[in-house]
């Protein structure tokens, strides 16, 4: 059973920082794209960054340069460091793993992250 399990989350003054973490089990991890997504209220879940197994990254426009997304296949995690933080940051964060065999997505059950002004 695919389980991820999402940390880190919390409120933050703009400008600040917070890093979360994904502990991902039950699946090979390390061949699989992994990838952190956001949900603000009344808004759909957009990508905010993936990272392949191979280390390449991609980031949405809002976020790069301020945000990083990195992994460990040895310990099956994965981390969002997110930097400069602003109150349009504020979502629900969801970790996700897409296999690159069938295409299937897990999701994590998410972490708030609430940006002051």
């Known amino acids: 059973q695919v389980q991820l399990v999402e940390s880190g989350g919390g409120l933050v003054q703009a400008g600040g920082s917070l890093r979360l973490s994904c502990a991902a089990s039950g699946i090979v991890f390390s061949i699989n794209t992994m990838g952190w997504y956001r949900q603000a209220p009344g808004k759909q879940r957009e990508l905010v960054a993936t990272i392949a197994s191979g280390g390449s990254t991609t980031y949405a426009n809002s976020v790069k340069g301020r945000f990083t997304i990195s992994r460990d296949n040895a310990e099956k995690m994965v981390y969002l460091q997110m930097n400069s933080l602003k109150p349009e940051d504020t979502a629900v964060y969801y970790c996700?793993?897409?296999?690159?065999?069938?295409?299937?997505?897990?999701w994590g059950q998410g972490t708030q992250v609430t940006v002051s002004s």
């Open positions: 996700n793993l897409h296999t690159i065999y069938f295409s299937k997505d897990y």
